[in-house]
């Protein structure tokens, strides 16, 4: 224990570790003695048939359960996230660091970033659909159209018409006087075909100030005779400095955000 204080807040988790694994496999040993097993969860329908509310709710829970499954998919496809990923993915391969930032960097702040973009969204569901509900002053219809309303009027903002127009013909349906006649079922793709396109138009955007600089030191290198040497070894020492000296993450950043507006 005296190593491990001297090592400051690493031995101190370390300690707690070896704590935590001794109380463990005493427990474990002391379980299998008296008999001890973990407790189980089980779920039934139950007697449906005298008690069809009984049927209803256990449907209501699985649909539930169903769709938090698809909650990935809703959080990537129906919010500000694949844009934003998107952008910063060009941003790293525009400046040629390999991997820096990780993965795990650029899906985190792409993450926090769409909080912050659709929080005006999450605010108007919370008040008009969710809080109501719970509140049992709506009923669950009532409160997923009302949950509804703000993410389409969202996706209508950032989709292109000829986006729209292109899915509303393959779809074979009657054209849509109003956005209320308009299918979520095809607003979504659009509006999916729509991010992909603008976050490809910002990506490329990113690339040309970072093509310029690789131009000019390969210009350079050719020039010195310096063809053996990889130019993209001189260019990002360079490429870094100029992101750094205009405060590139800020401007990357204000630029995606207002790109929302």
């Known amino acids: 224990m005296r190593n491990f204080r001297n090592l400051g807040p690493l031995g101190f988790l ?10 463990a496999a005493h427990a474990a040993k002391g379980g299998v003695a008296s008999g001890f097993s973990l407790p189980s969860i089980s779920m039934n329908l139950g007697n449906s048939g005298s008690s069809p509310n009984e049927l209803v709710n256990v449907l209501k829970i699985v649909f539930l359960l169903t769709v938090l499954t698809l909650a990935p998919a809703i959080l990537v496809m129906m919010t500000s996230f694949t844009r934003v990923v998107i ?83 393959m779809s074979k349906i009657a054209k849509p006087q109003s956005r209320d006649e308009v299918p979520t079922y095809v607003l979504i793709p659009s509006f999916i075909v729509s991010e992909l396109n603008t976050a490809f138009q910002m990506g490329f955007m990113l690339y040309l100030p970072f093509l310029v600089i690789d131009m000019v030191v390969s ?39 207002k790109s929302f507006g």
Do not use: H
């Open 219 to 257: 210009s350079i290198l050719m020039a010195m005779g310096m063809m053996m040497l990889p130019p993209m070894t001189i260019s990002l020492p360079f490429k870094l400095l100029l992101f750094v000296l205009v405060d590139g993450w800020g401007l990357v950043v204000g630029s995606i955000v």
């Open 14 to 23: 370390l300690a707690i570790s070896f704590l935590f694994l001794g109380a």
């Open 87 to 169: 952008i910063l993915s060009f941003l790293r391969q525009s400046l040629g660091a390999q991997q820096m930032p990780p993965n795990q960097v650029i899906v985190g702040l792409s993450l926090f970033l769409s909080l912050f973009i659709m929080a005006p969204t999450w605010t108007r569901i919370q008040e008009d659909a969710l809080n109501p509900y719970l509140e049992e002053k709506i009923d669950q219809k009532a409160a997923f159209a009302k949950a509804e309303a703000p993410l389409r009027e969202f996706m209508f903002a950032q989709t292109r018409e000829k986006d729209l127009e292109l899915f509303l013909t």
